[in-house]
T-cell receptor, first 112, second 112 residues
Framework: DAGVIQSPRHEVTEMGQEVTLRCKPI?????LFWYRQTMMRGLELLIY????????DSGMPEDRFSAKMPNASFSTLKIQPSEPRDSAVYFC??????????FGSGTRLTVV | KQEVTQIPAALSVPEGENLVLNCSFT??????LQWFRQDPGKGLTSLLL?????REQTSGRLNASLDKSSGRSTLYIAASQPGDSATYLC???????????FGQGTRLTINP
């Protein structure tokens, strides 16, 4: 398995633009998690899905953030409109019923 | 409140030393505990996963132990090398939960 695949690896965008981050979990995993990491706040859980259904989105900072998982092999995290304070590294992780998490390489987002 | 604590926040040792990283958790009703490594600008790499019923796991020069009664886990690194320099994160999946609780990490530097 190629692991959890995230794209793009780097994204630079202007304030106010829409940003879409993508994630392909490990085949067969039934849980998917979106995290954000910054120097100031460390690793924060934004939202997670179980069997493609959003379970807990209490970590999503604002209505500008939304996430979808249309099928078991794909998820997106969208920010619209983006702001400079959204600059961070966004990680996707997947798990099979909690038996160990596997993280993707992350997307480094810079909003200027 | 279910919390995970890692002390110290940073550790610097000379090459070749054996060392121990500590992780403590506040609730011993855990499902499993996972140790990760994160290199600067990179994603999280899983090192070892210990199930609740296990006492330790080993991989190469790494050994992780789990003591639920005392709420502690340790990561032992034998014969440390400069390539071991990274941030090490401990994460707990509590019983009945679906999301990991992370410690703040220990930043390890191995000096040649």
């Amino acid at each position: 398995d190629a692991g959890v695949i995230q794209s793009p690896r780097h994204e630079v965008t202007e304030m106010g633009q829409e940003v879409t981050l993508r994630c392909k979990p490990i085949s067969g995993h039934n849980s998917l998690f979106w995290y954000r990491q910054t120097m100031m706040r460390g690793l924060e859980l934004l939202i997670y899905f179980n069997n493609n259904v959003p379970i807990d989105d209490s970590g999503m900072p604002e209505d500008r953030f939304s996430a979808k998982m249309p099928n078991a092999s794909f998820s997106t995290l969208k920010i619209q409109p983006s702001e400079p304070r959204d600059s961070a590294v966004y990680f996707c992780a997947s798990s099979l019923s909690g038996y160990g998490y596997t993280f993707g390489s992350g997307t480094r987002l810079t909003v200027v | 409140k279910q919390e995970v604590t890692q002390i110290p926040a940073a550790l610097s040792v000379p090459e070749g030393e054996n060392l121990v990283l500590n992780c403590s958790f506040t609730d011993n009703a855990i499902y499993n505990l996972q140790w990760f490594r994160q290199d600067p600008g990179k994603g999280l790499t899983s090192l070892l996963l210990i199930q609740s019923s296990q006492r330790e796991q080993t991989s190469g020069r790494l050994n992780a132990s789990l003591d639920k009664s005392s709420g502690r886990s340790t990561l032992y690194i034998a014969a440390s090398q400069p390539g071991d320099s990274a941030t090490y994160l401990c994460a707990v999946l509590y019983q009945g939960a679906q999301k990991l609780v992370f410690g703040q990490g220990t930043r390890l530097t191995i000096n040649p």
